[in-house]
């Protein structure tokens, strides 16, 4: 009278299951949670606290329970050519019946595994978790390369292929109804690895182990995809009209990605785009989902830009670094001294942004950049031209004229020669009675402006010009 039983019938399709193992295991009174069992992960199996198996006519009994009227047990049953099932709450001191689902070849599923190159492989890893029950079942080979697993109707199911020389792959199934064939391709996705089985979601039966195994690879939770979009803009900014290519080639997962979807029925990896420039910002969404149906989404903004942007610059006269500086004017800019700052900070673009800007300061140099400086080696006016571009392309430019103040001297320079009586011409010689020529074109100015010469040969005559006589 103080023995507290469970017993029943197991059966399928009405027929008494024999030889079906029923299993009992206790919830821990003191916080009415299952006890830690893991007999199903194939890993740190504690077992359960009371076994028996049915007679020929399905009949089960478990008697001599520890636990008072009313305690709860989490029973589970095997049975050869049936699909497992598990109760997380029973009572004692009740008939508890079991009807099995009979494993039949309807739900078939035939499977091929090969590697990236299209060759078959005959020597692959193949099993599936059954996310309902929290059941795994390893594939039967048949015809030497074809795996073949029977799911629960109306179960969703994960296939999964390893072997190792490639990384493993794996396959959602939903709602199981009737047998199927499909190829499974390892070797595939390359953050896969060989040594973690995925599972979508925490088991509904049982607990896990601090290191879950199967297959003596640890078990993991699938964290799902991440989606990345990359182009050839690096700011997404387009003229009106114009064409962005964009790529999901950078998205990722672990468990590998089924599906992409920018919208409509653009579903490649690679996907184009024109844009108008009504309805600024342009969205564009990315929606990557994995082989476990999870999903990650992105998004950019694309702007379409037909306006122009404005460009304009101040020019900003410093004698030292520690010069505050002062405004360029025709009489305070001088060569080889000054350092002149050009600030295009007032540039501006009414649709997006200056994205670059280029100066010319005219005298064969060039910069890049908002704020640049700049010293004049030679005096003159120099025209000095600003160009900023938007991210769309579309360029602006202005310009404004420096006058670099003349402070270096020229310099004065000369050679002489007469010619003797047979015609030649003698080199800095001359001679008494005999013409003499002077020539000046050695003289130069930094400025490269013109010259003007003046000869005295001190016998109170003098001349003028670049060559005398």
Same mark, same amino acid.
């Given at each position: 009278?103080?023995?507290?039983?469970?017993?029943?019938?197991?059966? &399928?399709?009405?027929?008494?299951?024999?030889?079906?193992?029923?299993?009992?295991?206790?919830?821990?009174?003191?916080?009415?949670?299952?006890?830690?069992?893991?007999?199903?992960?194939?890993?740190?199996?504690? =077992?359960?606290?009371?076994?028996?198996?049915?007679?020929?006519?399905?009949?089960?009994?478990?008697?001599?329970?520890?636990?008072?009227?009313?305690?709860?047990?989490?029973?589970?049953?095997?049975?050869?050519?049936?699909?497992? $099932?598990?109760?997380?709450?029973?009572?004692?001191? *009740?008939? $508890?019946?079991?009807?099995?689902? #009979?494993?039949?070849?309807?739900?078939?599923?035939?499977?091929?595994?090969?590697?990236?190159?299209?060759?078959?492989?005959?020597?692959?890893?193949?099993?599936?978790?059954?996310?309902?029950?929290?059941?795994?079942?390893?594939?039967?080979?048949?015809?030497?390369?074809?795996?073949?697993?029977?799911?629960?109707?109306?179960?969703?199911?994960?296939?999964?292929?390893?072997? @190792?020389?490639?990384?493993?792959?794996?396959?959602?199934?939903?709602?199981?109804?009737?047998?199927?064939?499909?190829?499974?391709? $390892?070797?595939?996705?390359?953050? &896969?690895?060989?040594?973690?089985?995925?599972?979508?979601?925490?088991?509904? *039966?049982?607990?896990?182990?601090?290191?879950?195994?199967?297959?003596?690879?640890?078990?993991?939770?699938?964290?799902?995809?991440?989606?990345?979009?990359?182009?050839?803009?690096?700011?997404?900014?387009?003229?009106?009209? =114009?064409?962005?290519?964009?790529?999901?080639? =950078?998205?990722?997962?672990?468990?590998?990605?089924?599906?992409?979807?920018?919208?409509?029925?653009?579903?490649? !990896?690679?996907?184009?785009? +024109?844009?108008?420039?009504?309805? #600024?910002? #342009?969205?564009?969404?990315? +929606?990557?989902?994995?082989?476990?149906?999870?999903?990650?989404? !992105?998004?950019?903004?694309?702007?379409?830009?037909?306006?122009?942007?404005?460009?304009?610059?101040?020019?900003?006269?410093? &004698?030292? $670094?520690?010069?505050?500086?002062? @405004?360029?004017?025709?009489?305070?800019?001088?060569?080889?001294? #000054?350092?002149?700052?050009?600030?295009?900070?007032?540039?501006?673009?009414?649709?997006?942004?200056?994205?670059?800007?280029?100066?010319?300061?005219?005298?064969?140099?060039?910069?890049?950049?908002?704020?640049?400086?700049?010293? *004049?080696?030679?005096? =003159?006016?120099?025209?000095?031209?600003?160009?900023?571009?938007?991210? &769309?392309?579309?360029?602006?430019?202005?310009?404004?004229?420096?006058?670099?103040?003349?402070?270096?001297?020229?310099?004065?320079?000369?050679?002489?020669?007469?010619?003797?009586?047979?015609?030649?011409?003698?080199?800095?010689?001359?001679?008494?009675?005999?013409?003499?020529?002077?020539?000046?074109?050695?003289?130069?100015?930094?400025?490269?402006?013109?010259? +003007?010469? +003046?000869?005295?040969?001190?016998?109170?005559?003098?001349?003028?010009?670049?060559?005398?006589?």
């Amino acid at each position: 009278s103080d023995s507290y039983w469970v017993s029943g019938t197991v059966t &399928a399709d009405d027929i008494p299951v024999s030889g079906a193992t029923v299993s009992l295991i206790s919830y821990d009174c003191s916080c009415w949670s299952y006890a830690k069992e893991d007999s199903w992960w194939g890993y740190d199996d504690v =077992g359960y606290t009371w076994t028996t198996t049915t007679n020929e006519t399905g009949y089960y009994q478990i008697t001599d329970l520890s636990y008072p009227d009313g305690g709860l047990f989490g029973m589970r049953v095997e049975s050869a050519d049936h699909y497992t $099932v598990n109760l997380p709450a029973v009572n004692t001191n *009740f008939e $508890v019946d079991f009807t099995l689902e #009979n494993i039949t070849a309807d739900n078939n599923q035939n499977i091929n595994v090969k590697n990236p190159s299209g060759d078959i492989i005959d020597d692959a890893t193949v099993f599936m978790y059954e996310e309902a029950n929290s059941t795994w079942t390893d594939a039967v080979k048949f015809g030497g390369a074809t795996y073949i697993l029977s799911p629960n109707t109306g179960n969703t199911v994960f296939v999964y292929a390893y072997h @190792e020389d490639y990384e493993p792959a794996v396959v959602k199934l939903s709602n199981i109804s009737g047998s199927s064939s499909f190829e499974m391709i $390892v070797g595939e996705n390359i953050l &896969a690895d060989d040594d973690v089985i995925y599972i979508p979601s925490t088991p509904a *039966f049982g607990s896990q182990s601090d290191f879950p195994m199967i297959h003596d690879r640890i078990m993991k939770l699938n964290i799902g995809p991440t989606a990345k979009i990359t182009s050839n803009s690096d700011d997404y900014v387009v003229t009106e009209g =114009g064409e962005i290519n964009f790529s999901a080639s =950078g998205s990722y997962s672990v468990v590998g990605i089924a599906s992409y979807d920018w919208g409509g029925d653009n579903t490649a !990896v690679d996907f184009s785009s +024109t844009f108008a420039f009504s309805g #600024n910002p #342009n969205v564009v969404t990315l +929606t990557v989902t994995d082989n476990f149906d999870f999903t990650d989404i !992105v998004t950019v903004n694309v702007t379409a830009d037909a306006d122009d942007p404005v460009a304009s610059f101040t020019s900003i006269v410093k &004698a030292s $670094v520690s010069d505050n500086g002062t @405004e360029a004017n025709e009489t305070n800019v001088f060569e080889d001294i #000054n350092t002149v700052v050009f600030n295009a900070s007032e540039s501006s673009d009414v649709t997006s942004s200056v994205s670059s800007y280029s100066w010319d300061f005219g005298d064969d140099n060039t910069d890049t950049g908002k704020i640049v400086s700049h010293i *004049f080696d030679n005096p =003159g006016t120099f025209e000095v031209v600003l160009t900023v571009a938007d991210g &769309a392309g579309n360029t602006a430019n202005t310009s404004s004229s420096v006058i670099v103040q003349d402070i270096t001297s020229p310099s004065a320079n000369f050679n002489w020669s007469y010619v003797d009586s047979e015609g030649t011409t003698i080199e800095m010689a001359a001679v008494e009675g005999k013409e003499i020529s002077f020539n000046a074109g050695n003289s130069n100015d930094n400025s490269g402006g013109v010259l +003007t010469y +003046t000869w005295d040969f001190s016998d109170g005559i003098s001349k003028e010009g670049k060559e005398v006589t």
